[in-house]
């Protein structure tokens, strides 16, 4: 009783200071109306929207969102109209926009001026940067807010670590977001994509690899080359592959006629036509001999020779003899195989554990594994036994003790006792995540939990999955989050969002990236051109072609100013300014002058290895070498880098 006269007594505070942020956004919503920022107008009567108590409230905010989204059209429709133009292209966008007449476009700002002729083709929408790329007379530009233009460029592409890849003439090289030269960036004849911190490059009809402060890591000198994978990457010469590690060094001489990707620490190569493995070291652990084989998966791989096929294991033994037409690979222990033309299961001692009896079948998951006979799908377990009879039309894996089917066109899901859980009635379906699955009916998404009862209604246009609790969602075009309650935990206000890890989410706002925690709260404000998930605490933030870091608390403990950094360990992180590494710790201070052309390690036994005039030396945390009687030799020790 005394608790319930309390909640009654501060009911009206509650209400007070509710009605006190409505009266806020209001009136912030209406000076941004006043100076024409019809968007950030539209955004402060939304808010207050969110704070309205009366039903009057909620009906002023709701004539005033729409009051500013008609201005903002009106705006719009003024400025073409002014500029003499049919249509509008991506609307204003740092108070700029493309405006469209007789096949081309033009720059505009919001008053309707003309910046620029109608001259341009292809245009992209203005960044935060000012800048937005376009083409003209067969070549690609920057475009700054006053229509002035970038060098020309044959090709112009954004890449995948926030820089643009260029192409001028017949070379390649890196543009930052503001369309400046990458520091210490030549020029190669072609330049893929980054992966794992490498690009591949290629230099007089040579490929190598550059890290991304354009150091080169490996000479080019070879044919081709693909990207890392487990450290290792394939390499090409005089049309025979090999292998080479990060370090450049050429683990496996270029002698095969075809090779494959490390996994498990083995990788196929092919000689004269037939196929074997080798490790890490180099070494052939399965002599060529087979026709086909397949990658490692469970310490097994699959092999085929004259038409029959079995596993090897890392021995390079025959463990599952080879009597099948097809198979599959290891899933908890067992894998599928054909026969006659039915499919069954083999454990990794090569017993048959479920007779060949089924037209199809697929990978064990959860102790289940998806078999079809007859047209329908079904399980069984991992006895053999029938699971779930096959009846369905399509059946997907179990995750979470739940699979997706589909009847009659509708999606719903079963039970490890072979129940049906959620009756089959959505248009689409995911798998579960953290007691949640994704659904859609009638174009909108929302989320069932294990039960089968919708938890979050059906009324976003994308849904991403449950992750530390939280999933992100979309509607009208802006990201936010929901939690497992199905309440939204953080407003839908986002261009752009990323999923949640350390208790920390990604999100973008006009072009620049933050973080969000899982109240709601932007606990870093969006203003880092990109930012990466946080881990151990830190994350990774970068602004003007610079690299920095942010902790958990939001404060900037590194300010962006290095060219390259790692991640930090026991305390320290390597750093890299003006082409040479050093070591910062966790307030931001340097307590190892950067000095050295590499690092390798991060004091894991309380050294780290460095080099300095091309020779490899261990150092503790205070940067002094530590003696030893003898280093350990290092990947690419003693190999000047150029």
Known sequence: MQKLLFLLLLAPCFAAAQSAEYTRFMKAGERELRAGHYDLAGKKFTAALEFAFSQAEQKAAREAVKNAERRRVQEVENALRKAETV????????????AYKDGK??????????????????PQPFE???????????????????????????????????????????????????????KDWGWYDKIENFSGGLAQVKKDGKWGFVDTSGQIIVIPQFDWVWSFSEGFAMVQKDRKWGLIDISGQIVVTPQFDEVGFFSE????????????????????????????????????????????????????????VLQFDEVGYFH??????????????????????????????????????????????????????????????????????????????KWGFVGTSGQIAVAPQFDEAGYFSEGFARVQKDGKWGFVDTRGQIAVALQFDEVGVFSEGFAWVQKDGKWGFVDTSGQIAVALQFDEVGFFSEGFARVQKDGKWGFVDTSGQIVVTPQFDAVWDFSKGFALVYKDGKLGFVDTSGQIVVAPQFDDVKDFFQGLAPIKKDGKWGFVDTSGQIVIAPQFEEVRGSFKNGTATVTRFGEWFPINKKGEMVVVEEIPPVPGGGKERK
């Open 332 to 409: 908890e222990g067992l894998a599928e195989f054909k026969k006659d033309g039915k499919w069954g299961f083999v454990d990794t001692s090569g017993q048959i554990v479920v007779a060949p009896q089924f037209d199809e079948a697929n990978g064990f998951s959860e102790g289940f594994a998806r078999v079809k006979e007859d047209g329908k799908w079904g399980f069984v377990d991992t006895r053999g036994q029938i699971a779930v009879a096959p009846q369905f039309d399509g059946a997907g894996h179990f995750s979470e003790g739940f699979a997706v089917v589909r009847k009659d066109g």
């Open 87 to 98: 249509i509008g292209h991506f609307g204003f966008r740092q108070d700029r926009a493309w």
């Open 128 to 182: 935060a940067s000012g800048l937005a790329l376009a083409q003209k007379d067969g070549f690609y530009h920057l475009v700054d807010k006053q229509g002035g233009l970038s060098e020309a460029y044959n090709y112009f592409f954004p890449t995948n670590n926030g820089w643009y890849k260029v192409r001028k003439g017949n070379l390649c090289t890196f543009l930052d977001r503001q369309g400046r030269h990458i």
């Open 265 to 320: 620490g083995f990788a196929r190569v092919q000689k004269d036509g037939k196929w074997g493995f080798v490790d890490t070291s180099g070494q052939t652990i399965v002599a060529p001999q087979f026709d086909e084989v397949g990658d490692f998966y469970e310490n097994l791989a699959p092999v085929q020779k004259d038409g029959k096929w079995g596993f090897v294991d890392k021995n390079g033994q025959i463990v599952v």
């Open 105 to 122: 476009f033009a720059v505009i700002d919001r008053s309707g001026q003309r910046l620029t002729d109608f001259v341009f083709s292809d």
